[in-house]
């Protein structure tokens, strides 16, 4: 069965503070890993796809990166408007093309 | 394009009452999820379409909820009768291919069930 696990939960930073979110996963045939990222009342929105070990992505002040087992969410000197919670999800061979969710990190960011 | 709209934007009702839920996804895509999300359970998948065909409908809780697309423009999720225990936000997404695309999201129904 796919599964999606993020570390941590949770994850308090000083403004500027740069650090990684983690997500692992067990797919069978991956077709694609997500990032989104969630603001409390609204629905997630898209930042990234990464379809290959060794693929990277950047936006700002994030970068997101591939293995074959997970994905690295980097943010580089984040500020108080990166505050969110950070989700991933992976669309399988094996999912009959479910996307899963894993439970998100909830980032703070302090000024 | 304007994105997946959801109506209504919150939703309050009594126990035994049936409520809809509705979902406008983007054009051109042929694939519309339905997703329920709880701190406790996070997002789960529901059901999901293809070229408005139920596909997988494994992560409906019960008989209770029924979804339905009439159409490529239009999607409804029913639950008759409501419990308490079905209060949560629901989401609707829309992507061009299940797996390989990305989802987008409409900003949900927040269903609040006394």
């Known amino acids: 069965e796919d599964q999606v696990t993020q570390s941590p939960e949770a994850l308090r930073l000083q403004e500027g503070e740069s650090s990684s979110l983690n997500c692992s996963y067990t797919?069978?045939?991956?077709?694609?890993l997500f990032w989104y990222r969630q603001d409390p009342g609204k629905g997630p929105e898209f930042l990234f796809t990464?379809?290959?070990a060794g693929e990277e992505k950047e936006k700002e002040r994030l970068k997101a990166t591939l293995t074959k087992k997970e994905s690295f969410l980097h943010i580089t000197a984040p500020k108080p408007e990166d505050s969110a919670t950070y989700l991933c999800?992976?669309?399988?061979?094996?999912?009959?093309?479910?996307?899963?969710f894993g439970s998100g990190t909830r980032l703070s960011i302090r000024p | 394009d304007a994105g997946v709209i959801q109506s209504p934007r919150h939703e309050v009702t009594e126990m035994g009452q049936e409520v809809t839920l509705r979902c406008k996804p983007i054009?051109?895509?042929?694939?519309l999820f339905w997703y329920r999300q709880t701190m406790m359970r996070g997002l789960e998948l529901l059901i999901y379409?293809?070229?408005?065909?139920?596909?997988?409908d494994s992560g409906m809780p019960e008989d209770r909820f029924s979804a339905k697309m009439p159409n490529a423009s239009f999607s409804t999720l029913k639950i008759q009768p409501s419990e308490p225990r079905d209060s949560a936000v629901y989401f609707c997404?829309?992507?061009?291919?299940?797996?390989?695309?990305?989802?987008?999201f409409g900003n949900g129904t927040r269903l609040t069930v006394t």
């Open positions: 379409f293809n070229n408005n065909v139920p596909i997988d």
């Open positions: 990464l379809y290959s």
């Open positions: 054009s051109g895509h042929d694939y």
């Open positions: 999800a992976v669309g399988g061979v094996g999912s009959a093309s479910k996307i899963i």
């Open positions: 997404a829309s992507s061009f291919s299940a797996g390989y695309s990305p989802l987008h």
């Open positions: 797919v069978s045939g991956l077709r694609g």
